[in-house]
Structures are given as C-alpha cells and as structure tokens.
C-alpha cells in the first residue's frame, strides 16, 4: 500500500482501480503529463470564455501544477500554481498578469457574470488537473473513502465510492461520488463546481477509454447539470472535453 493511502473505506478497491488505470509502478515512475485537449461548452458561453482547441498542457503527477502552453494568446503560458496563484508569461518568461489567492477571487459579484482570463486558468487548470491525474490522487496523503450504493438505473456490476478530498487540494469539492464499470474503469464522477456556485451539481461522464503508454483514461468526457434527482439533464453539455494525446514524462 502506498504511503497515505488509509486502511479504512474500501481499500481493495482503490487497488483495484488504480490497477486498471496503469498501475502503481507506472504512475511512480512519471513527474508530468503531456496532453493535447479541446474543451468547449455552455459554461464556457457563460463566462465568455472561448473554447480551446488543441490547446496542449503540461500536468505536474507530484504537486497541483498545470501549464497551458501558447495560451492564453499564442506565444504565452498560462500556470495554475494550486490555490497560491495564476499568471500569465509571455515567450521571455516575463509575467503579464497574475492573481494571488485566486479561489477567493471568486466570491466576487463579476464572477457570477463572466470570468476574466486568470479566472479561466484557475478553474480550467485545477479542474484539468484533477480529470488527468485521477484516479491516482488518490494516493496522496489526506483521503478518505467510504463505499457508496449504486444510484438507479446502474449496472449492477458497478461499484461506487465516496472520497472526501483533503483541504489543501484544488477542486470541485470536497466530496465527490464515483463510479467504476466492471473492469475497474472510471465512468461517472458527481460533485459541485463550488467556484461557479453552491448549485452547480455535476454528473460528469467518462467513455472512450484509450491506453496512452500504458496509461488508460477516459478521452471523452461530458460534464451535464445535476439539478434534481441522479439523472443528469441530457443537455447542455457545460463542458465537453477531448483528450487527444497525451505524452509520459518520466523523471
């Protein structure tokens, strides 16, 4: 057992499930992701953001890190550096903007409106971090998880679990429902996107699984709202998400 992983909760399936996604000595061997992603939807016509289009990233596997390469504007970087700061970097490196702190930036008015640039790094980056590296955040000191039925209408051979996240890790929420198929695979997530509000319930659904090096994740992704009851509204879709490539950096 990996250190921080906790004995109580379902263990044996948390192994299971980081199996299933590559491994433990895969994961152990890498410090970062390459990917290439194109990520559009209703919540990006919300904030008036654009959608991205093969826009590649670069996922720290140690710490809550994610690179957004010429992005914003071409021959720019965009960083989330965890819930400390965002900022923009021009070609010589040079900082062009930042923000501090940049989750509580959001419990401004202007965010329920739209969302400035740095806005988007911190959503878009905490976000594409957590979907790139789960299921092995796991393995990272302060989970817990507990074993959680099945909600109606699901395969029977599927199996659920609900992880409460420690509080110094960027994301959606602090719980969070999963899912797993038969074979141990990731098919739907629900949780609430407390930066866009406390009623931004979540289905998120995975498909399209592909082995990149060994690695196997969800390529497609569909994030519907969740408003009453388990059945996600068939749309809109507030963000669809494609993975195109992604590249293993060992280290």
């Known amino acids: 057992m990996a250190p921080g992983m906790k004995e109580y909760g379902p263990p044996a399936l948390v192994k299971d499930v980081i199996e299933a996604h590559g491994g433990m000595a895969l994961w152990q061997s890498l410090k970062a992701l390459e990917a290439d992603i194109s990520v559009r939807g209703l919540l990006f016509t919300m904030k008036r953001q654009p959608a991205m289009n093969h826009v590649r990233v670069r996922a720290s596997t140690r710490r809550p890190r994610l690179t957004f390469l010429d992005f914003p504007h071409p021959g720019q970087t965009g960083e989330f550096r965890g819930d400390e700061e965002v900022r923009v970097l021009d070609n ?12 509580s930036a959001f419990r401004g008015l202007r965010r329920q409106v739209y969302w400035d640039t740095l ?16 299921p092995f955040l796991f393995l ?24 409460t996240f420690p509080g110094d890790m960027p994301t959606h929420s602090r719980k969070q429902d999963f899912y797993f198929d038969e074979d141990h695979y990731l098919r739907r997530l629900d949780y609430t996107a407390e930066v866009v509000g406390s009623w931004a319930h979540a289905a998120h659904l995975c498909r399209d699984y592909r082995d990149f090096n060994g690695l196997k994740i969800s390529a497609s992704r569909r994030v519907r709202p969740l408003f009453i009851g388990s059945n996600p509204l068939p749309a809109p879709a507030l963000v669809a998400l494609e993975i195109h490539d992604i590249q293993l950096i060992h280290g």
């Open 92 to 103: 010589s490196g040079k900082v062009v903007a930042g923000r501090t702190h940049p989750r």
């Open 140 to 163: 990272r000191d302060g989970f817990t998880f507990e074993s959680l039925a099945l909600l109606p209408g699901m395969p029977v051979s599927w199996t659920g679990l609900q992880v």
């Open 119 to 134: 806005d988007f790094i911190y959503f878009a980056g905490y976000a594409t971090w957590n979907y790139l590296l789960t």
